[in-house]
């Protein structure tokens, strides 16, 4: 969830507000995603995020 990456990640409390997550995950997905051509890391709505099994 969001709130487990700022806990783990960044070490600060969650604020609804904040959208550091959302774009950190922007930057992974381009890294990962983007040279392959394919979805890997998926947004699960009001929970979080999660890689795909099959890779995309």
């Not at 070490?11 to 392959?36: C, G, H, L, T, W």
């Amino acid at each position: 969830s969001r709130f487990e990456l700022l806990e783990a990640v960044w070490d600060q409390a969650y604020e609804n507000r904040s959208n550091i997550v959302d774009s950190y995950m922007r930057f992974v997905r381009a890294k990962i995603d983007k040279p392959f051509g394919r979805a890997s890391i998926e947004t699960v709505r009001g929970s979080g995020y999660r890689v795909r099994e099959d890779g995309g």
